[in-house]
């Protein structure tokens, strides 16, 4: 499945609320970034520390043409938690984290503008 990321791409078909409370949303704080040479684009190895009711997951991000390492450590990104881990390459992502296509259509990462608990549930 290939999702248009464009800002004027048609919208997603219609869901009800109860589908769209079956994605999990939590925010979690990056605690260590890794290169990931091994990926078919470049991205990096995120460990997130999504709180004590989920811990600490990985997630394997395109974000190098917007972040470094030291911008990402420490910092607070949205994800989904309840997707299955999926294999990439020879990594397992655990958690799929959101942002949204820049002009060059770039991921610039979703978070809240003021810190928050890790393991807070978007609502």
Known sequence: MHLNHAPDAPPADEIDFATFLKADIRVGTIVSVEAFPEARKP???????FGPAIGEKTS???IVA???????????????????PRQIGPAMSEVLT??????????????PDSAVPNGSRLF
């Open 43 to 49: 991205s990096y190895r995120l460990r997130i520390d």
């Open 60 to 62: 394997c991000a395109q």
């Open 66 to 84: 917007n972040y470094t390492p030291d911008d990402l450590e420490g910092r607070q990104v949205a994800a989904v938690v309840n997707f299955p």
């Open 98 to 111: 959101l942002g949204f296509a820049d002009e060059r259509g770039e991921v610039v990462l979703f978070a």
